[in-house]
């Protein structure tokens, strides 16, 4: 069977053989891959955007079959040379299968459009992943519509604050609609995606399939011995829907009574001192967060560890810390949190999205209504107290995990799902 995947970023294996530096998110993308190309009777294939070329780049490399195109255009425009390079694409790996993995970009709503062209459309199934047209809906996160109306230097000039930043996602999210539309099958793991999914195109067919998460995640193991006491690790922060701005608002609370509490996230500080060209470059809601820290004299209190930390750099990051904190204003089935409960790190998130088909309240962890930040300041405190607790929740979490991300159980219903679907088309 003859597989062709699109996806948003390139693969560690074909970044190495670009001489291009890998990135290290959608870890779950290259475990799924590896695993797929073990099979024997799948012919693998991927395309996917590239930054740093003006023109399309082919090649292969340990088994699998690449087609690079360059990003034309905003991130949030539809690109006619986009689809005309992949109706050709379509025509050299003459795929059974095309698995599109995200909406979140017009490229997707150009390989569906290739695909009708090459007359494939039922041979398509798109991956959920998160959905622009309602994540608009959550872009604010709470933020006093002061600070979703305001600019920076940088913004003025982009005409880009968190407001157009917003309009953004609903542009994207129309092209994301109207691909979702045209399309027989969509993959999904929550009741959010299965209920987003039927909103829109209530006669497309809905396969449940699970993520095969990054190798490391599954061979360490978190312990209350060796963690940083007091310490919070966030995975991300470096736009609203993230939600880092209500755990700011939380941190005081906490300070009352853990002077020494520590809050650990990836990605650079904003208050570090930098070139002025630096600076420009910083849209308002990094310099709302500023602000925060600044007002709540948290500055001692929080490590930014860097960009772009390697897989065992991250999952060193989980198993320092004391808890896991998802603080997002809405997701799907966030791999963070996967990725912590696999570890038996104790976590807490916000209630939205599909989070609760991952981790069940008061059992395995603790959910909150995203916009109440002092439950976020109630719930860490209760897990910083209480060492039963954290090592029940440690327990039954990672149990959890090792059953929603099993490897094996998922390759397997990866592949009885194509086999479903080229031999009904």
């Known amino acids: 069977m003859k597989i062709l995947w699109l996806c948003n970023i390139m693969l560690p294996k074909i970044a190495k053989n670009l001489s291009l530096p890998p990135r290290s998110i959608n870890g779950w993308l290259t475990a799924m891959s590896e695993e797929l190309i073990k099979q024997e009777n799948i012919d693998f294939s991927v395309s996917f955007p590239i930054l740093t070329q003006a023109v399309p780049v082919e090649g292969s490399v340990a088994g699998i079959t690449y087609y690079a195109f360059p990003l034309s255009g905003k991130n949030y425009t539809f690109c006619q040379a986009t689809e005309d390079y992949l109706f ?7 795929p059974d299968i095309i698995h599109i993995f995200g909406t979140e970009f017009p490229h997707c709503l150009a390989m569906v459009r290739a695909c009708e062209r090459a007359n494939l459309l039922n041979h398509i199934v798109i991956d959920i992943q998160g959905l622009t ?3 608009a809906y959550h872009y604010f996160a709470a933020l006093p519509e002061k600070v979703v109306h305001s600019y920076s230097l940088r913004d003025i000039i982009k005409k880009d604050n968190i407001f157009h930043a917003c309009e953004k996602y609903r542009k994207r999210g129309a092209l994301e609609i109207e691909a979702l539309k045209k399309v027989s099958h969509v993959f999904g793991r929550t009741d959010w995606d299965k209920a987003c999914a039927e909103a829109i195109n209530p006669d497309a067919v809905y396969h449940s399939c699970n993520r095969i998460l990054r190798r490391t995640f599954y061979e360490n193991r978190w312990s209350l011995e060796s963690c940083e006491r007091h310490s919070i690790f966030v995975s991300q922060w470096d736009y609203p829907i993230k939600g ?8 005081p609370i906490l300070l009352r009574c853990y002077p020494d509490l ?8 904003p208050l570090d001192k930098m070139e ?18 600044q007002k709540y004299h948290l500055k001692e209190h929080i490590v930014f560890l860097g ?3 390697d897989e065992q750099a991250m999952c060193r990051a989980f198993l320092h810390a004391h808890v896991f904190l998802s603080p997002s204003s809405i997701e799907n089935s966030p791999n963070s949190l996967g990725e912590a409960m696999l570890l038996g790190l104790p976590c807490i998130s916000s209630d939205v999205g599909g989070v609760k088909n991952m981790l069940e309240h008061g059992a395995e962890g603790f ?13 860490i405190s209760r897990i910083f107290d209480n060492d039963t607790l954290a090592l029940q929740f440690s327990a039954a979490a990672r149990k959890h995990a090792q059953r929603t991300h099993d490897p094996q159980q998922n390759l397997k219903a990866l592949i009885q ?8 088309t």
């Open 88 to 94: 050709s694409v379509l025509k050299k790996a003459n």
């Open 133 to 135: 047209s309602i994540y």
């Open 244 to 251: 880092f701005h209500l755990l700011l608002e939380a941190l």
């Open 262 to 269: 520590k809050v650990y996230t990836t990605g650079k500080s």
């Open 276 to 293: 002025f060209k630096n600076r420009l470059k910083q849209n308002y809601y990094l310099i709302y967060i500023k602000k925060l820290i």
């Open 307 to 309: 960009r772009e930390l």
């Open 367 to 379: 959910l909150y209504p995203y916009e109440e930040y002092y439950m976020i300041a109630h719930y």
């Open 417 to 424: 799902t194509y086999e479903e679907i080229y031999h009904h």
